[in-house]
Antibody, heavy 120, light 109 residues
């Protein structure tokens, strides 16, 4: 069974940094692209970033480009999202999701999410 | 930036057919995907590549796409289908950037 467990969320001040992690199990991690999707309180889903199976290709939404960095450690079956220069509008539940293939096209399995709150 | 447009809400009685639309300029060239999100839960994929249904998803869920519009159809909607539904695709620039529609609240009562 595919399992994705996010961690690392919490309260951070504007301008601060946070690193999210996603521990994956139940599939060959390095064979699949992975994504981060977020959902602000009471709002819809927003695609944030994706990374190919090898980590060689990365993709970002305009809203986070230059501030967030996606990465992965295939030896640890773990996905990361380094978030810098955080803003109030980054407050959201952040979901880790497994893609259907080696390259990013769409997400087929999601974790339960971790909450990030940016506030002073 | 690329956008997908959905109606904010759709309401049907149990047993009726619910149709949720998603419009986007790149949909003639890009697949549409549909996710169901029940209150307080993570999203679940219900349709992929316009019309394919993942294993475990009831047959009453179907999808179609024509021109710039994709449609999720729930034939014989059940009370348990009440949820937010999001369409998803990638833009046409080839950069693999994803985009979600604004979401549609389906009420079944």
């Amino acid at each position: 069974e595919v399992q994705l467990v996010e961690s690392g969320g919490g309260l951070v001040q504007p301008g601060g940094s946070l690193r999210l992690s996603c521990a994956a199990s139940g599939f060959t991690f390095s064979s699949y692209a992975m994504s981060w999707v977020r959902q602000a309180p009471g709002k819809g889903l927003e695609w944030v970033s994706a990374i190919s199976g090898s980590g060689g290709s990365t993709y970002y939404a305009d809203s986070v480009k230059g501030r967030f960095t996606i990465s992965r450690d295939n030896s640890k079956n773990t996905l990361y999202l380094q978030m810098n220069s955080l803003r109030a509008e980054d407050t959201a539940v952040y979901y880790c999701a497994k893609d259907d293939s080696y390259s990013h096209y769409y997400m087929d399995v999601w974790g339960k999410g971790t909450t990030v709150t940016v506030s002073s | 930036s690329y956008e997908l447009t959905q109606p904010p809400s759709v309401s049907v009685s149990p047993g009726q057919t619910a149709r949720i639309t998603c419009s986007g300029d790149a949909l003639p060239k890009k697949y549409a995907y549909w996710y169901q999100q029940k209150s307080g839960q993570a999203p679940v994929l219900v349709i992929y590549e316009d019309s394919k249904r993942p294993s475990g998803i009831p047959e009453r869920f179907s999808g179609s796409s024509s021109g710039t519009m994709a449609t999720l159809t729930i034939s014989g909607a059940q009370v348990e289908d009440e949820a937010d539904y999001y369409c998803y695709s990638t833009d046409s620039s080839g950069n693999h950037r994803g985009v979600f529609g604004g979401g549609t609240k389906l009420t079944v009562l």
